[in-house]
């Protein structure tokens, strides 16, 4: 007479180990999404204009997406819009209208959007200017920048090597 096996050995040698794949598409999905996104995030943040040509510079820290000036040969642009060209630019004064009167913008909308939405303004701008301009026309757009509540200023440059 054979050997019966009690109720509770009886199912222990038919269970079966599956994969449940539509919980590992999802686990999938969700680290291709966070590598896409912070893949995404760290590109070029800041392209310099076309009509510029940076300087070049070993300095390591990189640029940080914020309202930029960029100091062409012939015009002066803001966030890539022209706003006004060099020779417009008054030579008695230190103080440049039209640029003041467009930071001065933008640092009202940065304001309501601290009060709004609680981004803080950091009163940061990056210039952008051409290797070949003079040194008193990057000076008054700086003084300009200082004068309309960007205060803290970075140079755009290419890095060395």
Do not use: W
Request: hydrophobic letters at 40%; aromatic letters at 6%; proline letters at 4%.
């Amino acid at each position: 007479m054979a050997f019966k096996p009690s109720k509770s050995k009886r199912n222990l040698g038919k269970e079966e180990g599956t994969l449940n794949m539509n919980s590992m598409m999802d686990m999938m999905t969700i680290i291709l999404l966070f590598l896409l996104k912070s893949f995404s995030t760290e590109g070029a943040l800041v392209t310099p204009s076309q009509q510029l040509r940076l300087p070049v510079s070993t300095a390591a820290e990189k640029a940080k997406k914020q309202v930029s000036v960029s100091i062409a040969k012939d015009a002066l642009l803001v966030n890539d819009e022209p706003l006004i060209s060099t020779n417009e630019i008054p030579k008695d004064q230190m103080l440049i209208p039209a640029l003041a009167m467009k930071l001065s913008d933008y640092a009202k909308q940065e304001r309501d959007l601290e009060v709004e939405v609680g981004k803080v303004f950091n009163h940061e701008i990056i210039i952008e200017g051409d290797e070949k301009i003079p040194f008193e026309l990057l000076f008054k757009v700086m003084f300009t920048c200082s004068k309309s509540d960007f205060y803290k200023m970075r140079l755009l440059t290419i890095k060395k090597g």
